[in-house]
């Protein structure tokens, strides 16, 4: 892929996405070559299949495909240069590893620049093993960061139940799965989906979260901030943070 977008002479680096990073609409940018920013996000939106490090920064700049223009371009290249430094790095799985399945759930409230949406991230684990992440951008504009946080748990909920149900195919039967978060809000909103003036407005969909709860499908714990894996998923990050969190998730330098 470096070769291929002529990027060998480029200088690594350490992050794939700066924390000044703050792509919105240009309208006064320069336009580039739309067949080459489509081009490289292709080939980076394929890598993500094996590189979780790489997903929230990509997909941000998957939103700005349809009128690419210097300041995105520089935004992929920078990925690039981050992937020529750390080629060295994949996802260390080890063998015999157990069935405990946690799923860890984030969100960047108001997070992106163009419309104030907010970012969820999911990744599930079993054992210590990383088997399934996602990065999407929310539907719908939350009002507050409870309301952000309790979306992204409920997609959490979502993957933990098909997590569930997969494993069934397998003869594998998990009764409770366990779904870590970081905001006292929005946990005691799940365990106790009161109707109140912070979270009217959310809507019914969200309280099946609420339901599964109940019936013991899932269970909810609080995880610090620091120690949430999904947070990778959801902003960029300092050098520090995002080394512990990437690590977090299993990758590793590879052993021949």
């Known amino acids: 892929?470096?070769?291929?977008?002529?990027?060998?002479?480029?200088?690594?680096?350490?992050?794939?996405?700066?924390?000044?990073?703050k792509l919105t609409r240009d309208k006064e940018g320069d336009s580039v070559d739309n067949t080459k920013y489509r081009g490289?996000?292709?080939?980076?939106?394929?890598?993500?299949?094996?590189?979780?490090?790489?997903?929230?920064?990509?997909?941000?700049?998957?939103?700005?495909?349809?009128d690419p223009k210097t300041s995105y371009l520089e935004a992929v290249k920078r990925i690039f240069r981050y992937i020529k430094g750390t080629t060295h790095l994949g996802l260390?799985?080890?063998k015999g590893f157990g069935i405990e399945t946690i799923v860890y759930a984030d969100s960047d409230h108001a997070g992106d620049y163009v419309d104030r949406k907010s970012t969820s991230g999911?990744?599930?684990?079993?054992?210590?093993?990383?088997?399934?992440?996602?990065?999407?951008?929310?539907?719908?504009?939350?009002?507050?960061?409870?309301?952000?946080?309790?979306?992204s748990a409920r997609k959490a909920c979502q993957q933990a139940l098909w997590m569930k149900q997969t494993l069934v195919d397998y003869d594998i039967r998990i009764y409770d799965i366990l779904i870590m978060r970081d905001n006292k809000g929005a946990i005691d909103l799940s365990n106790n989906p009161v109707q109140h003036l912070q979270t009217k407005d959310i809507e019914i969909r969200h309280h099946f979260l609420?339901?599964?709860?109940?019936?013991?499908?899932?269970?909810?714990?609080k995880v610090s901030s620091e120690?949430?894996?999904a947070d990778i998923l959801t902003k960029p990050l300092k050098r520090e943070t995002f080394n512990y969190l990437r690590l977090g998730l299993g990758m590793m330098e590879q052993i021949d």
């Open 227 to 229: 120690d949430n894996m």
């Open 1 to 21: 892929m470096v070769k291929r977008f002529r990027l060998e002479d480029s200088k690594p680096i350490k992050t794939p996405m700066s924390t000044k990073t």
């Open 210 to 221: 609420s339901d599964n709860v109940q019936k013991g499908n899932i269970s909810i714990e």
């Open 122 to 151: 999911v990744c599930t684990f079993m054992g210590c093993c990383l088997t399934s992440w996602f990065s999407k951008k929310q539907t719908a504009l939350a009002i507050s960061t409870t309301k952000a946080k309790h979306v």
């Open 40 to 66: 490289m996000i292709g080939s980076l939106l394929y890598l993500t299949a094996s590189r979780p490090d790489i997903v929230f920064s990509v997909c941000l700049c998957v939103r700005f495909q349809e």
């Open 92 to 94: 260390w799985y080890l």
